[in-house]
T-cell receptor, first 114, second 117 residues
Framework: AQTVTQSQPEMSVQEAETVTLSCTYD???????LFWYKQPPSRQMILVIR??????QNATENRFSVNFQKAAKSFSLKISDSQLGDTAMYFC???????????FGTGTSLTVIP | EAGVAQSPRYKIIEKRQSVAFWCNPI?????LYWYQQILGQGPKLLIQ????????DSQLPKDRFSAERLKGVDSTLKIQPAKLEDSAVYLC???????????????FGPGTRLTVT
């Protein structure tokens, strides 16, 4: 069975500081894709960053970067220079190409404090 | 590019009543998903369509939930009769089929918040 665990239900960070959200997952498959999605209070879920499991290089997207540790099955998200607009729920997810089904974690509620 | 559209945005019904949600995916997206998101939890897949065929409906409570996707475009999700535990946000998402760039990236609609009283 595939599972995704986000062990931090809530986090806060001062504006302009850096914060890291953790995510671990479990799968016996070798090929998969990992994602971080952001869900602001308006509830529209949007993609933050994507990582292909076969790539060793960590993905980056402007202020967002990941630390992908395949052996440890860990996929953390680092947000640099936090902004008020980063306040949202963040969901870690992965998908197996064979099944096309997304597996979501329970989310981390991030609050950026002015 | 227009995003995933959903309606209504909010719905309040009494238990045992029926309700239907509508979703219009991004143009050209062959795969459509319906998720249920209970407050404080991550989205749970209810059903996945590829074009107008069902790929996965293993977590759909088929005694009360039904979904269809006519002509491989719009989709409707129906609950009949509703229970209190169905109170949740129902999210629709779509994705491209077979494209190399972000083939598994899902684009989400704004969701429909259902309250069953």
């Amino acid at each position: 069975a595939q599972t995704v665990t986000q062990s931090q239900p809530e986090m806060s960070v001062q504006e302009a500081e850096t914060v890291t959200l953790s995510c671990t997952y479990d799968t016996s498959e070798n090929n998969y894709y990992l994602f971080w999605y952001k869900q602001p209070p308006s509830r529209q879920m949007i993609l933050v960053i994507r990582q292909e499991a076969y790539k060793q290089q960590n993905a980056t997207e402007n202020r967002f970067s990941v630390n992908f540790q395949k052996a440890a099955k860990s996929f953390s998200l680092k947000i640099s220079d936090s902004q008020l607009g980063d306040t949202a729920m963040y969901f870690c997810a992965f998908i197996l190409p064979t099944g096309n089904q997304f597996y979501f974690g329970t989310g981390t509620s991030l609050t950026v404090i002015p | 590019e227009a995003g995933v559209a959903q309606s209504p945005r909010y719905k309040i019904i009494e238990k045992r009543q029926s309700v239907a949600f509508w979703c219009n995916p991004i143009s050209g997206h062959a795969t459509l998903y319906w998720y249920q998101q209970i407050l404080g939890q991550g989205p749970k897949l209810l059903i996945q369509f590829q074009n107008n065929g069902v790929v996965d409906d293993s977590q759909l409570p088929k005694d009360r939930f039904s979904a269809e996707r006519l002509k491989g475009v719009d989709s409707t999700l129906k609950i009949q009769p509703a229970k209190l535990e169905d109170s949740a946000v129902y999210l629709c998402a779509s994705s491209l089929e077979g494209a190399f760039q972000g083939p598994y990236e899902q684009y989400f609609g704004p969701g429909t918040r259902l309250t069953v009283t």
